[in-house]
């Protein structure tokens, strides 16, 4: 760390700041500054427990990833897990390893970033860890919550089950296109642009909309959608023993990734099952169910839920339909493997 | 990761292994595989969490370090923070991020030792994180646990409570000097060579004394040192609001740790208050309790616990003290600090 800061100094800095920011958060009971933080569970409420890496050069650049929102973008991609589950977030533990020559200020930063997106969502940064780093920003965020009633799994899909998702996809995809390629598109409005990199860069949770269905009734499993619907539907389908059928002409996309798509001569569908990073909930409900959440999260917060298939038994599998033919799509991010591949069978 | 393995592979490997290494864990509703793991917390029991980074070439080298004792370590370290309050360790998530060419062996011998670590402490790994590292192996492990009683924290040392430390202290700062030469000093016992590289690489947390000292009565503040007590000392100090004073002869240091520091010329005493990751547990007590909580630390776990000082009123510092005079000692590991200097404060 460039200036005269040692660790200690550090951790100070960091306490001063999330304490200010949560007040002496709910269920606190000791923070930042002792071995372990001390927290006072809801009784009868069972705990969620949630961890995600964010590497440097693995999961963004520095080029074009400031502090803030690396450090929103670690949060907030905890809150998602937390929000699948229909559940509530409330701690955070922080650990980040920096190189030696990062600035206090670009520390203060990151933490400043995650404070935006947790603590709208009542979360409080409770412990962590800080260290020099020899190569680059490593980022490890882990997020408790609790789930009052009974957590939506992945597990529970059930064959005639209605197959839905929130927002749009393919956002987060068009956004790191632009940001890679360092410019924006022509003939692309400059509002556009900056909605998608946004949507990369500082994606929005789906936490009030996920504690809502949790509670709502008629949800029978849900997910978030972290690594692109054609690698996590999959995971859903293995976890619950049951197949798919999607209808990909009706993923959601919006005009603003269709416009990034058009002026940079990308598939925005490519982008939609393979790009991931959107951090919407894909759910499977009962078919009566789906009138009354769409309408309870259209009319609560704004927020689309789109039919795109349906649970089917048998092999837990994906098949991918277009004009009433089976087609393949492109895959999600997965670490450790080859380079993507289309992929019929999506698993 | 070489091989024909992705990342859903790799994950389907480590909820096989943590899975048979645990059976199904207590109080574990959902362990790995789902968006986040549901735990059910015991009624009333305060919540432990702990996190505690872990990187190739600042917390250890790969030339010394197999997959398994990072694993060990990482797990452990944390154990020690959850030992330090009194709690009993629980639950642990795990993210590990490798270079490309780590093989799956690696990675399966990282978990076996941070299950070796874990298992007899009856902790399940419930959840974590995988990723490729463009620069060397990071780990993050999180750990919770559950107080019964009250936590023991650093904030409640009293003027007047005695200031004690169990087993020995710089065995670990031996053990890297060994290590860190790359071959052992002549003239040194083979098993007293063992003993202190073990003790690097391998830390027993002081989990099963910290739960029985928690419960005992008589301990005001315990924290387990993990940077050397020249540095972490200070900072139960200034918790507490209270100073300190520190007999420097009095510090346990065993005879393997001398033996070593004659062979290479160095100072054990340095080692023992700067050299860190001992993993011991520092206490204060009061001072009619100090026989009784020796004598039940021999008796059950067959370890020692060392008077070295007490507390007093007073500045928040440390006056370190040999024959009646006042000495300056090592500090403790901090990052981000200016190249480690003696300093008689400590603080």
């Known amino acids: 760390m460039s200036g005269d800061r040692g ?21 606190v009971r000791v923070g930042i500054g002792d071995d372990c933080a001390v927290l006072e569970p809801s009784a009868g409420a069972a ?64 933490y400043e970033g995650a404070l935006a997106v947790a603590g709208p969502h009542g979360v409080t940064i409770v412990g962590g860890d800080t260290s020099s780093s020899p190569a680059g920003w490593f980022v490890n965020v882990m997020l408790l919550g609790e789930a009052v009633g009974a957590p939506c799994l992945r597990s529970t899909a059930r064959p005639g089950d209605t197959l839905a998702v929130t927002g749009a996809l393919g956002r987060s995809a068009a956004g790191l ?77 919006d005009a603003a990734t269709r416009a990034v798509a058009a002026a940079l001569g990308a598939d925005a569908t490519a982008w939609a099952t393979g790009g991931g990073e959107d951090y919407e909930l894909l759910l499977t409900c009962e078919p009566g169910a789906v009138e009354r959440l769409r309408g309870g999260l259209a009319e609560r917060f704004g927020t689309t839920l ?35 591949a289309a992929s019929g069978a999506g698993g």
Chains 1, 2 share one sequence.
């Open 7 to 27: 660790e200690d100094a550090l951790v100070r800095i960091i306490r001063e700041l999330t304490s200010r920011a949560a007040g002496r958060g709910a269920g």
């Open 47 to 110: 705990l969620l427990a949630k961890t995600d890496l964010l590497l440097e050069d693995v999961h963004f650049r520095r080029r074009w990833a400031e502090p803030a929102d690396i450090g929103w973008k670690a949060m907030a991609v905890n809150l998602s897990d937390i929000a699948s589950m229909g559940g509530r977030p409330r701690w955070a533990l922080v650990a980040l390893a920096v190189p030696e020559d990062t600035s206090a200020d670009e520390v203060v930063a990151f």
């Open 177 to 253: 296109a632009v940001l890679e390629r360092g410019a924006a598109p022509g003939g692309v409005q400059a509002a556009q642009v900056a909605d998608v990199t946004a949507a990369h860069l500082r994606p929005r949770p789906r936490v009030v909309e996920g504690a809502w269905l949790g509670a709502a009734g008629g949800v029978t499993a849900m997910m978030d959608v972290s690594d692109g619907i054609g690698i996590d539907l999959p995971r859903l389908l293995a976890e619950s023993g049951a197949g798919a059928r999607v209808d990909v002409d009706r993923l959601p996309i």
């Open 306 to 340: 789109t039919v795109i298939g349906e649970i089917v038994a048998g092999a837990p599998a994906a098949r991918w339909l277009s004009g009433g033919r089976e087609v393949a799509v492109a895959r999600g991010f997965e670490h450790f493997a080859r380079p993507p």
